[in-house]
């Protein structure tokens, strides 16, 4: 397995597509790779209970073999980002169950505010090699 950290993100939402060009723009140093939810590296890198059809409603992050979701992924993504976002880590003092109760609010209305498309979104040529299939 590649030991470079992963990002899983639900492929079809547009705020996940969104989050995942934020973060592409703001990874200077190509840190993270990328792949949808619903593809079949998650399927073989990530435990069955994330991948069921009915739970893909967190963005995940496999780094050094441990698994993060929802917020503290969130957190630790925005960590390794250029500018000022590596701040945005200090939340991770707020008490998880309040951070991922703000987190679960926003991944329940997320299709009802900014919509959904019918595929996964394709990555540019230029983008090709940050994703697994």
């Known amino acids: 397995m590649n030991a470079q950290p992963v990002i899983f993100f639900d492929g079809v939402c547009n705020l996940c597509n969104a989050s995942v060009q934020f973060t592409l723009e703001r990874d200077k140093h190509k840190y993270f790779q990328f792949t949808a939810l619903q593809g079949n590296y998650a399927k073989e890198h990530l435990p069955q209970s994330i991948t069921n ?6 963005i995940v992050l496999l780094e050094h073999g441990k698994v993060y979701q929802k917020s503290s992924a969130a957190l630790r993504i925005a960590k390794k980002l250029s500018g000022f976002w590596p701040l945005m880590y ?4 707020v ?5 991922d109760w703000i987190y679960d609010i926003i991944a329940k209305n997320r299709y009802k505010w900014w919509g ?3 595929s996964c979104w394709v990555p540019t040529p230029e983008l090709k090699s940050r994703f697994y299939e």
């Open 53 to 58: 059809s009915s739970q893909l409603n967190s």
């Open 90 to 93: 200090g939340f991770i003092i």
């Open 95 to 99: 008490p998880k169950f309040i951070r």
């Open 116 to 118: 959904k498309q019918e």
